[in-house]
């Protein structure tokens, strides 16, 4: 089986949802920025699913990796076995290179 395979039927409606958002013609920096941010709800949804006490989540202020690290860990894909993992990460850091840089040009060479 493969790993795409291993997902819920419902990951199909997040993609979906994601991709409504997102226009060829943007901004890189706006589809990046975007992306990430549904990326984020993705994850964090799916660790929400995953608790026993979800509503104790509401107090928590994790960070895009956080969210990733613990994903993984909840998740029956090994980490190794999945390269939506290692894309998840590298979103993240090219968000971060966006996010905290005003150099426009440094951020482009990194996509």
């Not at 509401?58 to 980490?79: G, N, T, W, Y």
Request: aromatic share 12%.
């Amino acid at each position: 089986m493969l790993a795409s395979e291993k997902f819920e039927p419902r990951i199909s409606e997040h993609f979906g949802k994601m991709f409504g958002f997102l226009n060829p013609g943007d901004d890189p920096a706006y589809l990046i920025i975007k992306t990430h941010l549904m990326a984020e709800e993705m994850l964090y949804a799916y660790i929400v699913k995953q608790a026993r006490y979800p509503k104790v989540l509401e107090r928590a202020r994790l960070s895009f990796k956080q969210l990733l690290v613990l994903c993984q860990a909840l998740h029956h894909i090994e980490p190794a076995d999945w390269w939506g993992w290692t894309a998840l990460e590298k979103l993240n850091s090219i968000r971060n290179v966006f996010a905290h840089n005003l150099d426009s040009l440094a951020a482009k060479k990194k996509i």
